[in-house]
């Protein structure tokens, strides 16, 4: 039989719990819930965006949405022509296949949880940490631009161009 506090451990992730890692464009990030606890339904990550961040270079997901939900600070994200100011309560929701670029032009830190549906990405991020890949510049050298586009073929994600803001 279960304790009350094994049983609770089911349904609580506190504070500090989860699994932390180096996001690839800076910052801390720590994955809360992953597929494996979902049953592939979706993955969260709870990430820093450090103050004038240029986030990664506008890219796309071909097998997940990806949902910002803003709990400290204004993420600035740009998406096709536009770019969405959210603050701390907003949801920013991006379609699969939408080209977009999250970034903090501010002063201050962003914190945002990021949830992708279905779940997998966070095999992505894992990934991107233990090797040390760059998001926000393509690499000069030849092998390793090759390894990068290895790692996110993998995950359908594509870095992709943003056409001119208006």
Do not use: C
């Not at 464009?25 to 965006?49: C, E, F, R, W």
């Not at 097998?63 to 969405?84: C, I, K, M, N, P």
């Amino acid at each position: 039989m279960k304790t009350a506090a094994e049983s609770a451990a089911r349904f609580l992730i506190p504070p500090q719990g989860g699994t932390a890692l180096v996001n690839p464009i800076g910052g801390p990030m720590v994955l809360k819930l992953g597929s494996a606890q979902t049953a592939g339904a979706y993955s969260v990550h709870d990430n820093l965006l450090p103050p004038g961040s240029p986030g990664p270079r506008p890219h796309l997901h071909r097998w997940h949405e990806e949902t910002f939900y803003v709990l400290d600070g204004e993420l600035s994200v740009r998406v096709a022509e536009q770019t969405v100011q959210a603050p701390a309560g907003s949801f920013v929701v991006i379609p699969r296949g939408t080209v977009h670029q999250p970034f903090n032009p501010h002063p201050d830190p962003v914190r945002v949880l990021l949830i992708f549906s279905p779940g997998g990405m966070e095999d992505f991020f894992v990934e991107a940490a233990q090797g040390r890949h760059p998001l926000q510049a393509l690499p000069q050298d030849p092998a390793a631009q090759a390894s990068l586009q290895a790692l996110t073929g993998r995950y359908g994600y594509e870095f992709a161009e943003l056409p001119p803001a208006r």
